[in-house]
């Protein structure tokens, strides 16, 4: 059954400092996305990716957040200057789009850790 | 605004027992609705989906219930065994295909042997 990869299975850094998550989405799918969850919470929505573009962004996507498809399979959330609330469970998840049923997919998730 | 919540944190049953696992949502405007399973270590993974033009939708052991009366949406799962212990979700969307979910907190779910 196809899946949505992510790496690394969990991250350490140190507050200040770059993130990149990494994703690869189902490769037939065409919308992409970036969900969190801190621990012991709901999980979250961030971010919505089509066709190159963010389609849709929630409030917790500020300015230090960004996302990017830099080839035809990775699909990256880049986090610029890490805080300590930052530490989260990112889910990355894709969908075939369309008309007709299709489903989220997510993948396991990278646990961010910020001290 | 919106919100979608479960009214019980954690559920504990007997293998072989049926389930139902509640979720209220605030937002008459919701349209489609996931219910998902997360098991330790992993993402959520999709149970079952109803719309909001449907009252109930029967899968595989599971049914969901969708009560758009009082904005209430339940989760059956017949015949409990122990895999299906995990954390459930309810999660709601607006616009048709627009995957920008709102989640609710979730129920754990302890299967007994």
Redesign the interface.
């Known amino acids: 059954e196809p899946e949505?990869t992510q790496t690394p299975s969990h991250q350490v850094t140190q507050m200040g400092q770059e993130v990149i998550l990494r994703c690869v989405p189902i490769s037939n799918h065409l919308?992409f996305?970036w969900?969190r969850q801190i621990l012991g919470?709901?999980?979250?929505?961030l971010v919505?990716f089509y066709n190159n573009e963010i389609s849709?962004k929630?409030e917790i996507f500020d300015d230090q957040f960004s996302v990017e498809r830099p080839d035809g399979s990775n699909f990256t959330l880049k986090i610029r200057s890490t805080k300590l609330e930052d530490s989260a469970m990112y889910?990355c998840?894709s969908?075939r789009?369309?008309?007709g049923a299709?489903?989220?997919?997510?993948?396991?998730?990278s646990r961010l850790t910020v001290l | 605004g919106e919100s979608v919540g479960l009214h019980l944190p954690t559920l504990s049953v007997q293998e072989g027992d049926n389930s139902i696992i509640n979720c209220a949502y605030s937002n008459s405007a919701s349209d489609y609705f996931i219910w998902y399973k997360q098991e330790s270590g992993k993402g959520p993974q999709f149970i079952i989906d109803i719309r909001s033009n449907m009252d109930k939708r029967q899968g595989q052991r599971v049914t969901v219930l969708l009560n758009k009366t009082v904005k209430h949406l339940s989760l059956q799962i017949a015949a409990t065994q122990p895999g299906d212990s995990a954390v459930y979700f309810c999660a709601d969307t607006i616009g048709g295909s627009n995957y920008k979910l709102t989640f609710g907190k979730g129920t754990l779910l302890t299967v007994n042997p």
């Not at chain 1, 919470?41 to 929505?45: A, D, T």
């Not at chain 1, 299709?102 to 998730?109: D, E, H, K, P, S």
Request: proline fraction near 0%; hydrophobic fraction near 35%.
């Open positions: 949505v919308y996305y969900y919470q709901k999980v979250e929505f919505s849709e929630s889910f998840a969908d789009g369309g008309s299709n489903v989220l997919t997510f993948g396991a998730g």
